[in-house]
């Protein structure tokens, strides 16, 4: 069964004053449900931002691509080649933000997130971008008033990203911490993310992004750490090690440590005596 989509597209035009010295925004649109979408473009003088009320978009900057799930706002720098796309049902909002000062503002994002810049929607940010949007469904704008609108979304936007930053990087430390202190513990993702009050999407990706490798191969890591020491300093079997270093499966754990490591736990152990000698 198929499923019916709906396109509203808004059009305004603009001063040759406003584009001179405000914000403004041309083409705005919302897509419900809308399939196969795909949009590719060499360039735009706009900062393009999206919000993604439900589904999963793509998008492709040099060569990168990004998902941006619900719940996401994501900004294209649109003077650069890119792409976007769904093959499945999306729905989201967007708008072509223009005017002398944009700019300014999507390097200040790419800065810190890159490009594109993707934003998880916070409450007060979703309320502005749905005002802006309740202005653009309008037959017609006051120009001023609705350039007060863009610059105030882009202001709350980079004022929240501010706070925010600081919050998201505290929380991580915190992670950080959690996993390398508690690897003996049989937890989950789902628990360190809980610990700091974070999706566990929205966690693994911030994780990632501040050290480089995902909070799940970070806590097997910490296992293999301490299980070599073990291995190393103690008398204790594969299946001790195993469940000091929070594994309930020794099978499971010897095939983590043999992936890593390139041997078995056993192995390991008599490689290193006998090269070492202790």
């Known amino acids: 069964m198929s499923i019916e989509s709906m396109a509203k597209i808004y059009s305004h035009s603009v001063s040759s004053f406003a584009k001179e010295n405000l914000f403004y925004v041309e083409l705005a649109g919302e897509y419900d449900k809308k399939q196969d979408y795909r949009v590719e473009r060499d360039y735009y ?3 393009l931002i999206m919000y993604i009320e439900d589904g999963v978009l793509t998008v492709e ?3 990168k691509a990004t998902e941006v799930v619900a719940g996401e706002c994501v900004f294209i720098d649109c003077r650069r080649p890119h792409c976007y796309h769904s093959s499945m049902p999306i729905t989201f909002k967007w708008a072509h933000l223009q005017g002398s000062s944009v700019h300014a503002y999507s390097e200040l994002l790419s800065n810190r997130f890159g490009s594109p810049s993707v934003i998880h929607a916070s409450a007060i940010i979703t309320q502005e971008f749905k005002i ?3 202005r653009l469904r309008g ?3 006051f120009e001023h008033s609705m350039s007060v609108t863009v610059h105030r979304l882009l202001a709350t936007i980079s004022e929240r990203i ?15 911490a959690y996993l390398r202190q508690n690897y003996n513990l049989q937890i989950s993702i789902t ?3 809980s610990q700091v009050d974070m999706s566990v999407y929205h966690f693994t990706r911030q994780f990632h992004k501040q050290f ?3 909070p799940y191969e970070y806590l097997i890591m910490q296992r293999i750490s301490n299980a070599k020491r073990l291995l190393l300093n103690s008398g204790m079997n594969t299946k001790q090690i195993s469940e000091a270093c929070g594994y309930n ?6 095939a983590a440590f043999k992936t890593r490591v390139g041997s078995t736990p056993s192995q390991f152990r008599t490689n290193v005596i006998e090269h070492i000698g202790i």
């Open 45 to 47: 003088d706009s900062l």
């Open 61 to 63: 900057v040099d060569g």
């Open 132 to 134: 802006l949007m309740g």
């Open 139 to 141: 037959e017609s704008s």
């Open 162 to 176: 501010s706070a925010q930053t600081k919050s998201t990087e505290q929380a991580l430390v915190t992670a950080e």
């Open 191 to 193: 628990d360190v993310a």
């Open 212 to 214: 480089g490798i995902s």
């Open 249 to 254: 499966n020794s099978s499971t754990f010897i």
